[in-house]
Antibody, heavy 117, light 113 residues
Framework: EMQLVESGGGLVQPGGSLRLSCAASGLTSSDYWMTWVRQVPGMGLEWVANIKEDESEKYYLDSVKGRFTISRDNAKNSVYLQMNSLRAEDTAVYYC??????????WGQGTLVTVSS | DIVMTQSPDSLAVSLGERATINCKSSQSVLSRSTNKNFLAWFQQKPGQPPKLLIYWASTRESGVPDRFSGSGSGTDFTLTISSLQAEDVAVYFCHQYYGAPLTFGGGTKVEIK
């Protein structure tokens, strides 16, 4: 079965750090753009970051620039989101997805990040 | 940033009836070079991730039932469910991938009347 599996979420204090991982199984991610999108439960979707197949292009939401870093390891079929200086407003379910270009058609189940003291 | 505005916020439709969701972008998402609209529609059911339904404004993703259709160009788009089924109860989001930051509409909740 083709799936993307996110991990690394949890409870962290404001100012803290987390590293999210997204592992692809049954499908390759190395030839595709990958993205992170977040969603406050019960609310809308917010795009966070994109990364090209060869890491030559990365794009970020303004509010996370300088705090979050997207990266990938194609040998491990994985993509990562390093999140530093976390704020309460970063609390959300974080989804990774694989895209044909920027058409993201395979999504993981998400991992919950809670930033609270 | 391209702002995506959906309407209505929610709608209730009888089984077998048509459901129509509108989406307006604050600037055109039509590429002059490719003549394609960088507009997608997603369906999200409770506890599940978003599911891609439509891309390029009107192309159905593989496996999506043909009762789902997308139309529109430039700044105005529509998702139509021609004959609502019980399994279509969900929140629907429009999404522009014309440029970063990628943005989503606020969502439209579709329920059974």
């Amino acid at each position: 079965e083709m799936q993307l599996v996110e991990s690394g979420g949890g409870l962290v204090q404001p100012g803290g750090s987390l590293r999210l991982s997204c592992a692809a199984s049954g499908l390759t991610s190395s030839d595709y753009w990958m993205t992170w999108v977040r969603q406050v439960p019960g609310m809308g979707l917010e795009w966070v970051a994109n990364i090209k197949e060869d890491e030559s292009e990365k794009y970020y939401l303004d509010s996370v620039k300088g705090r979050f870093t997207i990266s990938r390891d194609n040998a491990k079929n994985s993509v990562y989101l390093q999140m530093n200086s976390l704020r309460a407003e970063d609390t959300a379910v974080y989804y990774c997805a694989r895209g044909r270009g920027w058409i993201f058609n395979h999504w993981g189940q998400g991992t919950l990040v809670t930033v609270s003291s | 940033d391209i702002v995506m505005t959906q309407s209505p916020d929610s709608l209730a439709v009888s089984l077998g009836e048509r459901a129509t969701i509108n989406c307006k972008s604050s600037q055109s998402v039509l590429s002059r070079s490719t003549n394609k609209n960088f507009l997608a529609w997603f369906q999200q059911k409770p506890g599940q991730p978003p599911k891609l339904l439509i891309y390029w404004a009107s192309t159905r993703e593989s496996g999506v039932p043909d009762r789902f259709s997308g139309s529109g160009s430039g700044t105005d788009f529509t998702l139509t469910i021609s004959s609502l089924q019980a399994e279509d109860v969900a929140v629907y989001f429009c999404h522009q991938y014309y440029g970063a930051p990628l943005t989503f509409g606020g969502g439209t909740k579709v329920e059974i009347k």
